[in-house]
């Protein structure tokens, strides 16, 4: 297994190499606009427009962390600079993970262009055709993660920092590491129904496999949370496991369309071989 699995990377190094490339070009472009350029706003003939302005101090990465902190900490928590670098770090780490979420869509692409040649017809319409769902569910999963979920915990670790007499401090990295970990963890969990569809549709795992296996992703969902978790408490490894158990459900629900989509497919080719 080992050296079949070594025989195809080699084999296929080429295209691996060019399939990265393609998203670290991509990666790498929104990542130098976040960290040179600020948004600004002009006034031109009563209407307001957008444009961006060069400004590596205060660019897109250190506005976005800025909005994070108004929008998810309580008004009397402060943000802290352990180190001198820490700024920096923090505000890098802000435009890598924005470059990382918008560049998802090309991530999933390039993987799926990558495996297209191995797939027949019916598979690649199928493909594609989950690029997009794919692209949203990631979306959706980080929105629903920083807009939602966020706030709600940094109030509740608030209400206990207060609790037991501490002053309600946090080191900007620590703030940084918390947020964007589990924005990309809950957009990642938002994938499940594509994956289980896609399994389903491609016929390597049936739909009744799913159903029966549901104990197995209860207790995946809890080790997925536990690991992706900020701080590695119970609270919000619950937090993050919630919603992936219930994405599994609505996964088998959509496997079992998919599932009797692929065997009408099946049955219609087959009459027409005839």
């Known amino acids: 297994m080992e050296n079949e699995l070594l025989n195809y990377l080699v084999k296929y190094s080429e295209e691996i190499r060019y399939r990265i490339l393609k998203i670290l070009e991509v990666f790498g472009v929104l990542f130098g606009i976040f960290v040179i350029f600020r948004i600004q706003y002009i006034s031109l ?19 976005v962390l800025f909005l994070l902190k108004s929008h998810i900490l309580t008004a ?9 670098v820490d ?12 470059a990382l979420i918008i560049s998802m869509p090309v991530i999933i692409f390039e993987v ?21 769902p794919a692209s949203l569910l990631f979306f959706a999963g980080a929105f629903v993660g920083i807009y939602f979920i966020a706030p709600i915990l940094f109030r509740i670790f608030t209400r206990f920092d207060i609790g037991v007499g501490a002053q309600v401090t946090i080191g900007i990295s620590s703030f940084v590491s918390f947020i964007f970990m589990y924005t990309i963890a809950f957009g990642l969990s938002f994938e499940i129904p594509v994956f289980m569809v896609g399994l389903s549709r491609f016929g390597i795992v049936t739909a009744d496999t ?3 296996n549901w104990r197995y992703a209860v207790i995946g969902s809890l080790i997925y949370g536990m690991i992706f978790s900020p701080g590695v ?5 619950v937090v993050i496991a ?9 996964g088998i629900h959509f496997a079992v369309n998919a599932e009797k989509k692929f065997e009408a497919e099946e049955i219609h080719s087959n009459s027409a071989d005839q």
Not at 45 to 63: C, E, K, S, T, V
Not at 77 to 84: C, D, N, Q
Not at 233 to 237: A, H, L, S, V
């Open 45 to 63: 003939l009563g209407h307001r427009f957008m444009f961006l302005f060069p400004d590596p101090y205060d660019n897109i990465g250190a506005q």
């Open 76 to 84: 009397n928590t402060s943000l802290l600079v352990l180190k001198p």
């Open 210 to 212: 799913w159903k029966k």
């Open 233 to 237: 408490t119970g609270f919000t490894m």
């Open 112 to 132: 799926s262009k990558f495996i297209d040649p191995a797939l027949k017809n019916s598979e690649k319409e199928m493909l594609r055709s989950i690029i997009i």
């Open 87 to 98: 700024g920096v770090m923090a505000d890098f780490y802000t435009c890598m993970a924005l």
């Open 242 to 250: 919630i919603p992936m158990i219930a994405l599994y459900f609505a």
